[in-house]
């Protein structure tokens, strides 16, 4: 098993109500890219505005190492991948 550093760049795939909290608590230590395919919802993120409420506009706007993204190129140098998926 691989061991994180400090330094280690995170993927989290999906920005649902596990994803995004999940993207959003690993850039409180790691660099972390979310990314999701719906491009509005990560405006909106980006906007500190989350439509499932799993994180307040404070919490999005609070420095941390977590960026979002619709860009798959974006994930290009990850070196950790982890997959959220719809369960509705």
Request: aromatic content about 6%.
């Amino acid at each position: 098993m691989k061991h994180l550093s400090p330094q280690s760049r995170i993927a989290v795939l999906g920005l649902g109500y596990v994803g995004l909290p999940l993207a959003h608590a690993l850039g409180q230590k790691y660099p972390t890219v979310g990314f999701d395919i719906n491009r509005e919802r990560v405006v909106a993120i980006c906007q500190g505005k989350d439509a499932n409420l799993a994180l307040t506009q404070e919490q999005l706007q609070a420095p941390t190492q977590a960026r979002y993204t619709p860009e798959p190129s974006d994930l290009a140098g990850c070196e950790i991948y982890i997959v959220t998926a719809p369960t509705r």
